[in-house]
């Protein structure tokens, strides 16, 4: 009898742990869809300047650059930046992996030979990651959330590594809020989205939110 008293109990128990979870998904949702407009709206003149700059830095280019990248439950989709590389980055990385600076499957290194003069400005604002705006209105991505990795990345992802995708990746994260966060370790930096997994809530997504402008204004970018 008490076996099936503890059985219902804890039913009763993830029941409402999952109850929380989607009330919780909804209104973050919603959330995303009002901020993002906002936002769009408010820096759509700051952005034309950015993709004007961008053209006359690299002319020929076109100042938002797509990449696939993997998203909730390995859902690929294409991510939005302003350009910040040379449009032949992409074909340069093999000759530069030898120099990769991240353990693990990310690879970065300092002072990359593919960043045009303005890309190394907007990767130290961060205003590189506007366009991203899009992809949350779109769904493809949250505010807040583990950054969305590249397909080589999760291919090389063990069975910890791939709990990054059981949630909306983020346009910002509690790695992206770490001070010299490019110096942190792959397992440093998924320690880090496991505790955004395990623990978010509306007050952690604005704690996160705000030190991240603090970030910017603080030009913590890489």
């Not at 040379?86 to 300092?110: C, D, H, R, T, W």
Request: aromatic fraction near 8%.
């Amino acid at each position: 009898m008490q076996a099936k008293a503890d059985m219902h109990i804890e039913s009763r128990t993830s029941s409402s742990i999952a109850d929380r979870r989607r009330l919780y998904s909804f209104f973050k949702r919603l959330q995303d869809i009002l901020l993002s407009i906002l936002a769009l709206v408010i820096l759509l003149p700051l952005m034309l300047v950015v993709a004007v700059m961008i053209v006359i830095d690299n002319p020929g280019a076109h100042p938002i650059f797509a990449q696939t990248r993997v998203g909730l439950n390995g859902k690929e989709f294409r991510l939005y930046k302003f350009r910040t590389m040379y449009p032949n980055a992409e074909e340069k990385i093999e000759e530069l992996l030898s120099q990769n600076e991240m353990n693990g499957p990310v690879f970065k290194i300092k002072n990359d030979p593919r960043i045009t003069r303005v890309g190394k400005v907007l990767r130290r604002t961060s205003i590189d990651e506007l366009p991203q705006l899009v992809n949350i209105l779109l769904g493809d991505m949250s505010i807040v959330g583990p950054r969305p990795a590249l397909p080589r990345e999760t291919c090389q992802y063990d069975d910890n590594a791939r709990q990054r995708l059981t949630v909306l990746p983020g346009l910002t994260c509690l790695w992206q809020i770490q001070p010299q966060r490019n110096s942190l370790s792959f397992e440093e930096w998924l320690a880090l989205d496991m505790k955004y997994i395990e623990e978010r809530s509306f007050l952690l997504d604005w704690k996160i939110m705000f030190a991240t402008v603090r970030a910017v204004m603080n030009m913590e970018g890489e």
